[in-house]
């Protein structure tokens, strides 16, 4: 495996997504930085030897301003570990290979997966309900069981759904799943002309209906963001309602 010899301008893609899928060690070096020269044979041997658990990025810190001030780079060489687009471990100066070695071993460590995170990448009802069993204020956990329930919609499923989700704050995402369960039942939700009739009962039995403004506002979450009949009936809401 080769170094990759990364940019400014190539920093997002070859760095912070390259760390959502493997950890990536960045080394931070200057051609004129005697330290760095001994450094970056070594560490690039120790990246090579994981055999792709891990990546190996070279910013030459002259040339890359922006990069260097991201991690406010005071002294070459500078060596960062990034997983999930965050800096899971560091060290400063040139390092002897054994102590090279133990730092990417602790990273590839610190980059396994969580019990918790295999089990939400399995992402079926069994995996989602041990998860919830482990950690049962999880709102990753709460959000993808929910979601499930919904798209699943036995009886009981979007009860059990709307429940779950009381018990998290709520989101942009949590709003649009409780909007799904609470019109999972009405054929409407699924859009057409029949939509913007049963939009246009529920406008008119406002402002006075409480019932009728979240049946309105559930089947506007339902809705396509892009489709402008969504942007045309929030402005009808808010005339109705102040």
């Known amino acids: 495996m080769t170094a990759l010899d990364v940019t400014d301008a190539?920093?997002?893609?070859?760095?912070?997504?390259?760390?959502?899928?493997?950890?990536?060690?960045?080394?931070?070096?200057a051609p004129w930085c005697g330290p760095c020269r001994t450094l970056g044979p070594i560490i690039e041997q120790v990246v090579d030897a994981t055999e792709g658990a891990a990546a190996l990025a070279k910013v030459n810190v002259d040339e890359n301003p922006r990069v260097s001030a991201t991690f406010e780079v005071q002294s070459i060489p500078a060596v960062f570990a990034i997983h999930k687009r965050q800096v899971i471990d560091r060290f400063i100066g040139a390092l002897p290979e054994r102590d090279v070695k133990?730092?990417?071993?602790?990273?590839?460590?610190?980059?396994?997966?969580?019990?918790?995170e295999l089990l939400l990448t399995a992402g079926d009802d069994d995996s989602l309900r041990k998860a919830l069993e482990l950690e049962p204020a999880n709102e990753q956990v709460i959000v993808s069981l929910a979601a499930l329930l919904v798209e699943r919609g036995e009886p009981g499923d979007h009860e059990e759904a709307l429940g779950l989700l009381e018990r998290i704050p709520e989101t942009a995402e949590t709003r649009?799943?409780?909007?799904?369960?609470?019109?999972?039942?009405?054929?409407?939700?699924?859009g057409g002309p029949e939509l913007v009739q049963e939009l246009d009962s529920l406008l008119a039995r406002l402002p006075g209906d409480d019932e009728a403004r979240q049946?309105?506002?559930?089947?506007?979450?339902?809705?396509d963001p892009?489709?402008?009949?969504?942007?045309?009936?929030?402005r009808a809401l808010a005339a109705k309602l102040f």
Request: proline share 4%; aromatic share 6%.
């Open 10 to 29: 190539t920093f997002e893609a070859d760095v912070l997504e390259r760390s959502d899928t493997v950890p990536v060690v960045i080394d931070l070096w």
């Open 226 to 234: 892009e489709d402008p009949l969504r942007a045309q009936y929030r």
């Open 215 to 223: 049946e309105v506002v559930d089947l506007l979450e339902t809705m």
């Open 102 to 116: 133990e730092f990417v071993d602790r990273v590839l460590e610190r980059a396994q997966p969580t019990e918790i």
């Open 176 to 190: 649009r799943i409780a909007a799904l369960a609470r019109t999972a039942d009405r054929s409407v939700a699924t």
